[in-house]
């Protein structure tokens, strides 16, 4: 192995090898090397007259911490067994995405294994990871990692995420890692120690903006991402809050991503996907490079969920306000964003841009009813489960399942969970955890809440009460909601109208004062019933799924019971 560091702030470097130690020599640019033909497992980096020893910045493992040596990990020597896989486009497919800490009672990447052939039986054909790199602490989000190049030992480290991806692959199904770029967490980042990794004098909300004016640190981000897709055999990536990205070069980080993305998938002939969380509303995100735009492949559309959850719940607060009609939901549907240059009262400017929905397909935009921050970002984690009856979940899964876009799951949805998620960190230092205890309770306190009531995220309880039980599945509506999923995959998989990304293939109408709505995708209609009273809607044909068994249409007309739905061939 050779042992290489940027640090073009030091005027001294010193390689610790199994205790050893070897002077490293300046190759140019700030880069330092070691002699060549050292061998050895643990190592770190001795910056001028320090004494103790940093982790290597590209380190590939952390078996102890964040904070002690690095172990030499060869991707290389293992042996897949997915040859024959060919990869799978996004278009058409869904996504389901999850948290391996509370994916299961373990929280490992061997154990979620196990639970592969279920995601496979609701039509799964992505699974998303939250991110997985390696962080301070026991558990964590996955948004805090400070060494993006290390999978958390905490779920089994890279040789497992290996055996997970390669398992996936048998099963025929994709992956996608969510990484992130925009920040790095509270405790163990001793990247600025190197060199000018972080941005002087700019901050987004999670801490110091990246360093996009330097080329090595974008090629600390763009060999990151090549590492997942080509090392982990990941198949797609999914890119955190780039609009907190402060980047004002001539190439752009995520047209550079994009492009580099793109020659990788060319050499391994196997399609690679960058999926972007966006609150910009901006279409350029995913519009191709040779029509102006960045050439990332797809990007998370908040503003369906928004218009969704209102609509089910009522609930009109915050960012909420705006999607109070069915108007909104209508909007969204057969134009994409619903704020694209219309005033958002949230943000109290214009926000967002038109898409062209002549020629971008839709299926550029991921959209849920549910994820980890809808979820998470509530002050007691409570799902929508908490909220809602049978009939509304399945309400939810139909419109989502059944529309234009690429539907993303949020784990334990499609049966229902009662078990919360909530926002949980185990920040070994006593001043950090206690600051940010006490700073997610005072924010949701502002907000009118009991402070006892919001959990503790320090709590470890707080954790364990956020894995999923997986028993409560197969019970009484848990099981119902469940088989609901998997007839939903069996339609998409035999419906053409269902996966077909054309805006101009769907029309929708409503009735706000009714609260009944139609969505028409071709020749198969989505009708749904919002309203707690029996609703007939002057649309007919033959039921092809209903959420209650006495549904029925006839040529010209159907009758849905309070908070139900249909799909209907007309």
Same mark, same amino acid.
């Given at each position: 192995?050779?042992?290489?560091?940027?640090?073009?702030?030091?005027?001294?470097?010193?390689?610790?090898?199994?205790?050893?130690?070897?002077?490293?020599?300046?190759?140019?640019?700030?880069?330092?090397?070691?002699?060549?033909?050292?061998?050895?497992?643990?190592?770190?980096?001795?910056?001028?007259?320090?004494?103790?020893?940093?982790?290597?910045?590209?380190?590939?493992?952390?078996?102890?911490?964040?904070?002690?040596?690095?172990?030499?990990?060869?991707?290389?020597?293992?042996?897949?067994?997915?040859?024959?896989?060919?990869?799978?486009?996004?278009?058409?497919?869904?996504?389901?995405?999850?948290?391996?800490?509370?994916?299961?009672?373990?929280?490992?990447?061997?154990?979620?294994?196990?639970?592969?052939?279920?995601?496979?039986?609701?039509?799964?054909?992505?699974?998303?990871?939250?991110?997985?790199?390696?962080?301070?602490?026991?558990?964590?989000?996955?948004?805090?990692?400070?060494?993006?190049?290390?999978?958390?030992?905490?779920?089994?480290?890279?040789?497992?995420?290996? !055996?997970?991806?390669?398992?996936?692959?048998?099963?025929?199904?994709?992956?996608?890692?969510?990484?992130?770029?925009?920040?790095?967490?509270?405790?163990?980042?001793?990247?600025?120690?190197?060199?000018?990794?972080?941005?002087?004098?700019?901050?987004?909300?999670?801490?110091?903006?990246?360093?996009?004016?330097? *080329?090595?640190?974008?090629?600390?981000?763009?060999?990151?991402?090549?590492?997942?897709?080509?090392?982990?055999?990941?198949?797609?990536?999914?890119?955190?809050?780039?609009?907190?990205?402060?980047?004002?070069?001539?190439?752009?980080?995520?047209?550079?991503?994009?492009?580099?993305?793109?020659?990788?998938?060319?050499?391994?002939? !196997?399609?690679?996907?960058?999926?972007?969380?966006?609150?910009?509303?901006?279409?350029?995100?995913?519009?191709?490079?040779?029509?102006?735009?960045?050439?990332?492949?797809?990007?998370?559309?908040?503003?369906? =969920?928004?218009?969704?959850?209102?609509?089910?719940?009522?609930?009109?607060?915050?960012?909420?306000?705006?999607?109070? =009609?069915?108007?909104?939901?209508?909007?969204?549907?057969? #134009?994409?964003?619903?704020?694209?240059?219309?005033?958002?009262?949230? +943000?109290?400017?214009?926000?967002?841009?038109?898409?062209?929905?002549?020629?971008?397909?839709?299926?550029?935009?991921?959209?849920?009813?549910?994820?980890?921050?809808?979820?998470?970002? #509530?002050?007691?984690?409570? #799902?929508?489960?908490?909220?809602?009856?049978?009939?509304?979940?399945?309400?939810?899964?139909?419109?989502?399942?059944?529309?234009?876009?690429?539907?993303?799951?949020?784990?334990?949805?499609?049966?229902?969970?009662?078990?919360?998620?909530?926002?949980?960190?185990?920040?070994?230092?006593?001043?950090?955890?206690?600051?940010?205890?006490?700073?997610?309770?005072?924010?949701?306190?502002?907000?009118?809440?009991? *402070?006892?009531?919001?959990?503790?995220?320090?709590?470890?309880?707080?954790?364990?009460?956020?894995?999923?039980?997986?028993?409560?599945?197969?019970?009484?509506?848990?099981?119902?909601?469940?088989?609901?999923?998997?007839?939903?995959?069996?339609?998409?998989?035999?419906?053409?109208?269902?996966?077909?990304?054309?805006?101009?293939?769907?029309?929708?109408?409503?009735?706000?004062?009714?609260?009944?709505?139609?969505?028409? #995708?071709?020749?198969?209609?989505?009708?749904?019933?919002?309203?707690?009273?029996?609703?007939?809607?002057?649309?007919?044909? +033959?039921?092809?799924?209903?959420?209650?068994?006495?549904?029925?249409?006839?040529?010209?007309?159907?009758?849905?019971?309070?908070?139900?739905?249909?799909?209907?061939?007309?």
């Amino acid at each position: 192995m050779s042992f290489e560091v940027w640090a073009p702030e030091v005027s001294r470097l010193t390689l610790l090898l199994d205790g050893e130690r070897h002077p490293m020599t300046e190759t140019g640019e700030g880069w330092w090397a070691a002699d060549a033909g050292l061998s050895g497992s643990d190592y770190g980096y001795l910056l001028d007259d320090d004494e103790h020893p940093l982790p290597d910045p590209r380190s590939r493992r952390q078996p102890v911490s964040v904070h002690e040596l690095s172990h030499t990990f060869d991707a290389a020597e293992f042996e897949w067994s997915d040859a024959s896989w060919n990869g799978r486009q996004l278009a058409g497919g869904m996504i389901y995405e999850l948290h391996i800490g509370t994916f299961t009672p373990e929280g490992t990447l061997d154990s979620a294994v196990q639970k592969l052939d279920h995601l496979v039986s609701i039509g799964v054909d992505f699974v998303e990871l939250l991110p997985m790199n390696a962080f301070n602490g026991d558990h964590n989000w996955g948004y805090d990692g400070v060494l993006w190049y290390a999978v958390d030992e905490t779920y089994g480290g890279p040789i497992a995420y290996q !055996r997970f991806v390669d398992a996936c692959h048998q099963r025929g199904l994709a992956v996608i890692q969510d990484v992130v770029y925009n920040h790095l967490g509270p405790s163990g980042n001793y990247l600025p120690r190197f060199g000018p990794y972080l941005r002087s004098g700019s901050s987004n909300t999670w801490g110091d903006s990246v360093n996009l004016d330097v *080329p090595q640190v974008r090629s600390y981000i763009v060999d990151n991402a090549l590492m997942w897709l080509r090392d982990y055999h990941v198949d797609a990536l999914r890119l955190d809050a780039v609009h907190a990205l402060v980047d004002e070069s001539p190439v752009h980080i995520l047209e550079q991503l994009a492009t580099e993305t793109d020659a990788l998938s060319a050499f391994l002939g !196997r399609p690679l996907t960058l999926i972007a969380e966006s609150d910009l509303n901006d279409p350029k995100v995913v519009t191709p490079r040779e029509a102006g735009g960045y050439g990332v492949h797809a990007q998370w559309s908040d503003d369906f =969920h928004h218009a969704l959850h209102v609509a089910l719940t009522g609930e009109i607060t915050g960012y909420y306000a705006d999607f109070e =009609h069915l108007e909104s939901l209508a909007k969204v549907i057969t #134009r994409g964003f619903y704020h694209d240059g219309t005033y958002s009262s949230f +943000r109290e400017h214009d926000h967002g841009s038109p898409i062209d929905t002549e020629h971008m397909p839709a299926w550029r935009l991921v959209v849920a009813d549910q994820n980890h921050d809808q979820i998470g970002n #509530r002050a007691i984690g409570d #799902r929508l489960t908490a909220q809602l009856d049978v009939g509304q979940l399945s309400i939810a899964a139909i419109l989502t399942l059944a529309g234009p876009f690429t539907p993303m799951l949020f784990m334990g949805e499609e049966w229902g969970a009662s078990t919360p998620w909530q926002f949980f960190t185990a920040h070994p230092e006593k001043e950090l955890g206690e600051a940010t205890a006490t700073g997610r309770i005072a924010e949701f306190e502002k907000m009118g809440w009991d *402070p006892d009531v919001v959990p503790d995220p320090q709590e470890p309880s707080t954790f364990a009460d956020s894995k999923l039980d997986w028993s409560e599945s197969g019970e009484g509506d848990h099981a119902r909601l469940l088989e609901l999923y998997r007839s939903l995959a069996r339609l998409r998989a035999t419906v053409p109208d269902l996966t077909d990304p054309r805006f101009g293939h769907t029309t929708c109408e409503f009735d706000d004062d009714e609260k009944w709505f139609m969505m028409h #995708r071709g020749a198969t209609s989505v009708v749904v019933n919002f309203a707690a009273h029996p609703a007939v809607l002057a649309v007919g044909g +033959r039921v092809l799924l209903a959420t209650e068994s006495d549904i029925a249409a006839s040529s010209t007309a159907v009758v849905l019971p309070a908070h139900s739905a249909a799909i209907l061939a007309r």
